[in-house]
């Protein structure tokens, strides 16, 4: 029979044995055979800045410089060497397959180590993550799955409608402004995942990630020859070829770094330590990752596709219209704050004088109705409409590559955003130049009431005002910034009746 005392024993025991609730093992119980070393194992960043270990190896380094020059295997060797006792601990991307091994159980040397046990052992797995890092990203863009997504059809066919082969050309040259960045937030994804939060502290490590990979993609496209800009069929081909090759290009950093060498100034691999911001890295989803760098880029080539059109968003009244200032069309909209934000694409008319589509009519741009569905499912409308009004936000209609890229890094040292996780509605990705009509809401301007209209073949919106932001500058800068000039534009049935037009 059990007794109560015996039965007490029995769960005291088993109780014992169970993990901590953030799975460590529970404290002041030694690790068969690990030693010392194992009361540190379940490493996280907030343990490696507690422990100051961004310090400790900046000063680690310094007086360890000798060491580092004379190893045949840079920082990395040198650090090994000292560390567990291993000459050959490079972590070069050689094609050894325990070039960074990490074997620390009952290792003597690290055991050794007394009072920095713990920060040598939050460095040995920072470096090792990371070297798995640079080989996970190596592994995901070695695979097809960009150019297939991209080398669907002809992109003209679908998303433009050139009027000469030149203008064609140019577009394409366009898009590639574009691509740097969005190689650079495909890093940075890579190495936070979806749903991991930046922190202030592993920040300055994420832009010196995305900065290494956005430089890599500069040499890559600097390498691009005239002739691949022969049709626009090639594009989605073009930009898988450019993306892959910077990726991989890309992933030599890893040698530079594990060698303790500046990398592209952006850093040398302190940086890329820099709060414990691979110590517990858990790999790269190369599925989530190419996922995400195919929605970027295609949101990028839509974006410049369409800049060369008159596409344009209009809105800004209430949701639900019944301002007097018109109704948008409905499936091409959002409401966001209250506000409704409607996507336009103006259709130059057909010279019928016996016609009202002689001057043109607003419609849904050329293959938005793709967008969200099929091959094209990764990007939405909305996300069209809120890049675009996030950028306007930041930059008006001065939302270039060079903006583009100082807000990443912005997002990701700051740590306010994870662009790679928020997808193509992230600014920048977008920038159709909007504009703000709720100022035409109780002036009294001729035709107010067909500011905003649905799309019709028949519909000919009438801006007998200054309809952006009730200023005549600004309109003036989105009829250039959305190519509504130099043609018969709204503005004519205004100037028929005499109003005065400013732009």
Request: proline share 4%.
């Amino acid at each position: 029979m059990i007794t109560p005392f015996i039965l007490f024993l029995s769960l005291s025991s088993a109780a014992s044995a169970l993990p901590t609730i953030d799975g460590a093992s529970p404290p002041h119980q030694p690790h068969k055979r690990c030693g010392p070393v194992s009361n540190f194992f379940g490493q996280t960043p907030l343990k490696w800045q507690t422990v100051n270990t961004d310090k400790w190896l900046e000063q680690w380094s310094k007086n360890h410089s000798s060491e580092i020059s004379s190893n045949s295997g840079g920082f990395a060797g040198a650090f090994g060497q000292w560390a567990i006792g291993n000459p050959d601990w490079s972590c070069r991307d050689d094609g050894s397959a325990s070039s960074c091994d990490l074997d620390l159980c009952d290792n003597r040397v690290l055991n050794s180590r007394g009072g920095d046990i713990q920060n040598a052992y939050y460095v040995l797995e920072g470096v090792n993550r990371l070297h798995s890092y640079f080989i996970g990203l190596s592994q995901a863009f070695e695979v097809s799955a960009i150019a297939a997504s991209l080398s669907k059809e002809s992109w003209s066919q679908t998303f433009y409608k050139p009027k000469n082969n030149d203008k064609a050309l140019s577009t394409l040259r366009e898009v590639l402004n574009a691509v740097t960045t969005v190689i650079s937030i495909g890093a940075s994804f890579a190495g936070l995942g979806a749903g991991a939060a930046i922190t202030g502290a592993i920040g300055g490590a994420m832009s010196a990630v995305a900065g290494g990979a956005a430089a890599a993609g500069s040499i890559q496209l600097q390498s691009a020859q005239d002739d691949t800009f022969k049709k626009d069929a090639d594009l989605g081909a073009m930009l898988s070829k450019v993306v892959v090759e910077s990726m991989k290009s890309f992933t030599s950093a890893n040698n530079e770094l594990m060698a303790g060498h500046n990398y592209q100034k952006t850093g040398d691999i302190k940086t890329y330590l820099e709060g414990g911001a691979f110590v517990n890295f858990g790999g790269v989803d190369k599925n989530a990752v190419v996922d995400v760098m195919n929605k970027f880029l295609l949101g990028n080539a839509i974006n410049q596709l369409w800049r060369q059109q008159k596409i344009f968003i209009l809105g800004g009244g209430k949701c639900g219209d019944g301002q007097g200032i018109g109704s948008g069309p409905k499936d091409y909209s959002i409401c966001r704050d209250g506000k409704a934000w409607y996507l336009y694409y103006w259709h130059e008319g057909n010279g019928d004088f016996l016609s009202a589509k002689q001057w043109g009519y607003v419609t849904m741009p050329p293959g938005a109705d793709k967008l969200g569905k099929g091959d094209f499912a990764g990007v939405t409308v909305a996300d069209v409409i809120n890049s675009s009004l996030d950028s306007y936000n930041v930059a008006e209609y001065k939302y270039d590559a060079n903006k583009a890229s100082e807000r990443v890094h912005e997002a990701l040292r700051n740590g306010w955003r994870n662009p790679g996780a928020q997808g193509p509605s992230w600014e920048g990705t977008f920038t159709i130049p909007v504009c703000d009509v709720s100022g035409a809401v109780g002036q009294n301007w001729k035709n107010k009431e067909y500011i905003l209209e649905e799309y019709d073949k028949n519909a000919r919106p009438c801006w007998c005002g200054p309809i952006c932001s009730n200023d005549w500058d600004k309109t003036e800068r989105f009829i250039l910034a959305s190519n509504m000039y130099g043609f018969k534009s709204p503005k004519h049935i205004c100037q028929e009746k005499g109003v005065k037009i400013h732009y």
